[in-house]
């Protein structure tokens, strides 16, 4: 069905960057005070937290989005996937939900506090603990401890300086 009512009246506390710009399809929950790019596409079923910024083309399948969180230009996340509240996913990252080798879909879950560096790519199934880092432009193929690091392609846990020094602990 072809939802001709204007977005700054279907929803009333979201900020689109322009309006016109955006698709969003019906049955999606947006909220209050989050803030929409431009060339954006919400499907069917989306549900989006409080304070978010989905910032311009991307792709938002029918998945759940807690609070606060900023997915940056040109994402796509996919069918499934579960964001946590206070997730930070840089430009450009790639959540899949298929492993097109006849398995049956597996969903991404983000959770809370995660950062996902611009560029990555997270796998069918894949799970990011929470507080973890994954560097730009890793491809992560398994699950990310809480709090832990990951680069690369195949992703793989590395010691950075930024890290707490475990004697330190
Ligand atoms: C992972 C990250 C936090 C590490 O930063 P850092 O502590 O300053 O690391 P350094 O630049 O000192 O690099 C240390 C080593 O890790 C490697 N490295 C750093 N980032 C990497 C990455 N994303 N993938 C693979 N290797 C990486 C470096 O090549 C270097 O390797 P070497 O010691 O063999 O030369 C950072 O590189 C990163 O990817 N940040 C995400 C940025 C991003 O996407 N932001 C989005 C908002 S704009």
């Given at each position: 069905m072809k939802i001709m009512i204007e977005l700054p009246e279907r929803y009333p506390n979201v900020l689109f960057?322009?309006?016109?710009l955006v698709e969003v399809q019906e049955n999606v929950l947006i909220g209050d005070r989050t803030r929409i790019g431009s060339f954006t596409l919400l499907h069917a079923g989306a549900t989006i937290g409080d304070r978010c910024t989905i910032g311009s083309h991307c792709n938002i399948c029918c998945c759940e989005i807690g609070h606060n969180v900023s997915i940056q230009t040109g994402c796509h996340i996919t069918r499934g996937v579960t964001i946590g509240d206070n997730v930070f996913i840089g430009p450009g990252v790639v959540t899949l939900n298929?492993?097109?080798?006849?398995?049956e879909l597996r969903f991404p879950t983000i959770m809370q506090g995660a950062r996902i560096g611009g560029g990555s790519v997270i796998l069918p199934g894949v799970t990011i603990g929470k507080g973890a880092l994954v560097g730009a432009g890793s491809v992560v193929t398994r699950d990310v401890a809480n709090g832990g690091v990951v680069v690369g392609n195949p992703a793989r846990s590395r010691a950075f300086g930024f890290q707490d020094s475990p004697d330190t602990n």
């Open positions: 960057y322009n309006p016109r298929d492993n097109l080798n006849g398995d």
